[in-house]
């Protein structure tokens, strides 16, 4: 049951054919952990740099602290308790809410790969792989590979939503990235 009409109740209960529960957060969770796998649609990509445009679009002016930023964790895997065996790694589901004129610092991901669905509103992406800033619409999927440092922008009128699913080093070895 919807505890507030418009917003998602994580505690849901999705009823599959009459028979089966599944929680509605394993069924996000799985969801996007098929993204995560690359079983992503090819149509679901991230704005693309424009033909000519390769280069970076940081400069001195790049954001050292986020502005008008709230994250929320959804959930996390341990990793290390999995198959895959990579002890001190959580696989991590949250969300980053951007409030109109906000922005997430400038980051990288070096040692947190991620992927990043847009949820609501849209991003404008600064990134040391195109020159020019790249505008991320409703429902695409902005990869953040090693190579990726970059900040984004909201700068319309109504909060823009991130849903992300990272690799998440509980050492806390991963200095200057946005955790």
């Given at each position: 049951?919807?505890?507030?009409?418009?917003?998602?109740?994580?505690?849901?209960?999705?009823?599959?054919?009459?028979?089966?529960?599944?929680?509605?957060?394993?069924?996000?969770?799985?969801?996007?952990?098929?993204?995560?796998?690359?079983?992503?649609?090819?149509?679901?990509?991230?704005?693309?740099?424009?033909?000519?445009?390769?280069?970076?679009?940081?400069d001195d002016s790049a954001p050292t602290e986020n502005y008008l930023v709230e994250t929320e964790e959804l959930d996390a895997i341990d990793l290390g308790k999995e198959k895959v065996n990579i002890p001190d790694h959580n696989l991590r589901m949250r969300t980053i809410t951007v409030q109109p004129g906000g922005h997430v610092l400038l980051h990288g991901h070096?040692?947190?790969?991620?992927?990043?669905?847009?949820?609501?509103?849209?991003?404008?992406?600064?990134?040391?792989?195109?020159?020019?800033?790249?505008?991320?619409?409703?429902?695409?999927?902005?990869?953040?590979?090693?190579?990726?440092?970059?900040?984004?922008?909201?700068?319309?009128?109504?909060?823009?939503?991130?849903?992300?699913?990272?690799?998440?080093?509980?050492?806390?070895?991963?200095?200057?990235?946005?955790?």
């Amino acid at each position: 049951m919807l505890s507030n009409p418009g917003t998602l109740d994580f505690q849901l209960s999705y009823v599959l054919a009459g028979t089966l529960e599944v929680p509605m957060k394993t069924i996000i969770l799985a969801a996007t952990t098929l993204l995560f796998a690359g079983l992503a649609l090819p149509s679901a990509q991230a704005g693309q740099c424009p033909p000519g445009q390769e280069g970076s679009a940081i400069d001195d002016s790049a954001p050292t602290e986020n502005y008008l930023v709230e994250t929320e964790e959804l959930d996390a895997i341990d990793l290390g308790k999995e198959k895959v065996n990579i002890p001190d790694h959580n696989l991590r589901m949250r969300t980053i809410t951007v409030q109109p004129g906000g922005h997430v610092l400038l980051h990288g991901h070096e040692n947190r790969p991620a992927l990043a669905l847009v949820t609501e509103g849209e991003f404008v992406e600064y990134s040391n792989e195109c020159g020019v800033p790249v505008i991320h619409k409703l429902g695409e999927v902005i990869n953040e590979n090693s190579e990726v440092q970059h900040w984004v922008k909201n700068k319309g009128d109504t909060p823009a939503v991130l849903t992300v699913t990272d690799i998440v080093d509980l050492t806390d070895t991963q200095q200057g990235n946005f955790k």
